[in-house]
């Protein structure tokens, strides 16, 4: 059997009008390159480049174009057309043939054309109904990027629980196959389960709502997850004034302003969203003046000197769009501050326990894995707590609106407190 090498690519057609590129409404192209040859297939999109996501080749979630096609439907289409291809090159595979280009387009024209009458007929499926569900709901919440992309996750774990998914599927026996399907198939804590779950019940009460489903039996699901409460991670008085003092060896100049910009998150409250976008604009003589990105709030925080200190050492370094701190991506930040954390030996052992259905799992990891850019947000609350500022305060800096929402924090404090009195016993 042949095994033909090829690259299925998705990207914007590079066009110019006057010699100047065009931004809007861009064709979106399938290449195809294989066996020393290149091919271009239409998508029959088109979407606008700042809506395009380059690098994992799909249309940015919640994003719409000008004919008001949705990212998840554009993205699911295009995942579509790639499966299709593939088929198509498993059977030349099979038959011990390499396609010439044009035998391969027909072949793609063929089986497009074939599913796509069908997909026409069936335009109310569950996912289709899912899709507008995310659209619809994403415009009325103002959801986040990190919001679509959860629920994108939620829609996958859903395709490969059953790929026959329907309404009908998910009553009490379904729903009970779906969360034993999510423990022994995907290995997710309770915890996870339960959130999951959460959101597929509010996709089946918005369709129930919509008359798209009439299935009502999700409503009295309430299934028993053993869960413990969730590890609240954060630095230490000591060990965030040791990760502040670490000097950074000369090959590793890189985690300076990763270290800079978890310290300003440590000392000011802000999440990473907040600071990812923080602009000149935002800052004052005295204070930061914000509407954060997770919740709108509109807050005024007072500056210090440690997050003074920072905003001084860039204060002549140009960042684009206006921003103040070298804010890298999310994910690339998480795994350099691991890296730091390690090097700087924050490695105190963190107990956990959770369970997996009625399985107990007990781990032990060092602190410095465990540590990402939502630990500085923590580490302020805590540390404002020990220092003594009144609950109220802290929550006029952090945005929280009730008790509730800070109890976590507290309830860390008065273990500290218990611990700390522990060393009256010493004297």
Known sequence: MANIKRNIIFSLENRKKNGIPIVENVPIRMRVVFASNRIDFSTGYRIDVSKWDNEKQKVKNGCTNKLKQSASDINSDLLKYHAQLQDIFKVFETKNIIPTPDILKEEFKNISTSKDSKSK?????????????????????????????????????????????SFELFNEKGLNDYIIFLRDIKKMRNSTIAKQLGFLKWFLRWSNHKGHNNITEFEAFKPKLKNTPKKVI?????????????????????????????LFCCYSSLRYSDVYN???????KDHIEITTVKTADSLVIDLNDYTRGILKKYSEVYFEDDKVLPVISNQKMNDYLKELAELANINEPVHETYYRGNKRIDTVTPKYALLGTHAGRRTFICFALSLGIPVQVIMKWTGHSDYKAMKPYIDVQDSIKASAMNKFNQI
């Open 234 to 262: 954060f630095l230490t008085t000591e060990e965030l004034k040791q990760l502040q003092d670490y000097k950074i060896p000369e090959a590793k100049q890189y985690l300076d302003r990763v270290r800079d910009v978890f």
């Open 278 to 284: 923080l602009k000149r604009s935002n800052i004052k």
């Open 121 to 165: 007929k069936n335009d109310k499926t569950f996912l289709n109904i899912f899709d507008k569900f995310t659209l619809e709901c994403g415009r009325q919440n103002n959801w986040t990027e990190s919001t679509f992309e959860k629920f994108d996750s939620v829609r996958n774990h859903l395709i490969s629980f059953n790929t026959k998914l």
